[in-house]
């Protein structure tokens, strides 16, 4: 049998359509505001999240690195730059012309005053003092046969047998042979001194440099160019400069007494030699405004050239029971200078002013504010406020924390270090 065909469903009529339209226009409306609902919700959820997070990174301590704050005794250095310059300097010579037979020094050779260099060729000159010494040898047999007649002449005056005029020509004739044999012997004596000059010395005590004339050339006393030279270096100089306005201090001390120098390498890192002021120019360069100062190194151990290039440090005075921080330490503010004093007991952190009378290399002389032992913050002051908690370890250690004994090597120094410029102008 066949199952009934079901009729159609009836088409909606206008009124049906009309609900639906109604309810779609609902939806549209409400569903804007439910997601801005939702949005509103989860903002403040993000909030409370990151205010919970600020509150936390607030109370979490601070890490820092701090410093002990010591009081020993300070060095005042000034630094110039200055250059060697050997005490003395000669151009050796020849005096005579002639060939050049014998050189026997050695380049470099560390020759003392009066030592053998060069030999010229003395056979000349020997030859020109056996030929004054036989100029010599007949005019003072002329003088003797001039002598013995004006005696002559003499006895026969009284007798009338000689006239008076013969006598005086006679006398005459004995005082020119006596001059010519003076003459004579000036030329002797000039020949044995090109002899001396032919037998060349040290003038000076000192250090060879490079030959100049090897043996063999005929050399000229007027020749331009030297044999060789020769540079004294012990003891040695060195000149160097400072600001003018650091003079009228130096010059004060140095009326005290003597005072250090020391000479480092181009690059600061290598002390070269100590020695001692010797004086001060006398005058500034207006160019500049420096003036210059001298001073004097034994130089034993070789270390300082001529024409060398030096940093000198000048140790101005010492200045005894100062208190002495990093300079690291230091932060300057509107109010100015202040460090961050960290309290052990509570592991605070304390603003605290301080007057600042030196910086001397990598490290800064107080003259109020600290007392030695407080521990003074050296790096992570920009994290700092008043009062923030901190969790510190000793600088230049191995990492140990919360008040640990600092490693050796880490206490300030009055004593600039290495590779490192100081201002060297005391605070007044």
Known sequence: MHKAIKPYLPIPTCESTAHCQRQQTITRA??????????????????????????????????????????????????????????????????????????????????RKGELLAVIDPRPFEVQLSQAQAQQFKDEASLRDAKLNLERFTGLLPSGIIAQQQVDTQAALVDQLEGAVRSDQAQIDNAKLQLTYCHITAPISGRIGLRLVDPGNIVHASDANGLLVITQLEPIAVLFTLPEDNLPAVAQHLRQGPLQVEAYSRDDQTKLATGTLLTIDNEIDPTTGTGRLKSMFDNKEGTLWPNQFVNVNLLLEVRKNTIIVPNAAVQHGPQGAFVYVVNEKDKSAELRPVTVSLTQGNVAAIASGLQPGDLVVTDGQDKLQNGSKVDYQMGGGGGQRNGAAPQSGTGASGTPPSGTASSGTPSS
């Not at 949005?39 to 601070?62: D, E, F, M």
Request: hydrophobic letters at 40%; charged letters at 15%.
């Open 30 to 111: 409400i569903f804007p505001a439910v997601v801005a609902l939702a949005c509103l919700i989860c903002w403040g959820c993000s909030g409370a999240t990151s205010t919970s997070k600020a509150a936390a990174a607030t109370s979490r301590p601070t890490t820092v690195t701090v410093g002990k704050v010591r009081q020993q005794d300070m060095s005042v250095y000034l630094t110039g730059l200055g250059s060697v310059e050997a005490s003395y300097t000669v151009t050796v010579k020849s005096r005579v012309d002639g060939q050049l037979v014998s050189v026997p020094f050695k380049e470099g050779q560390q020759v």
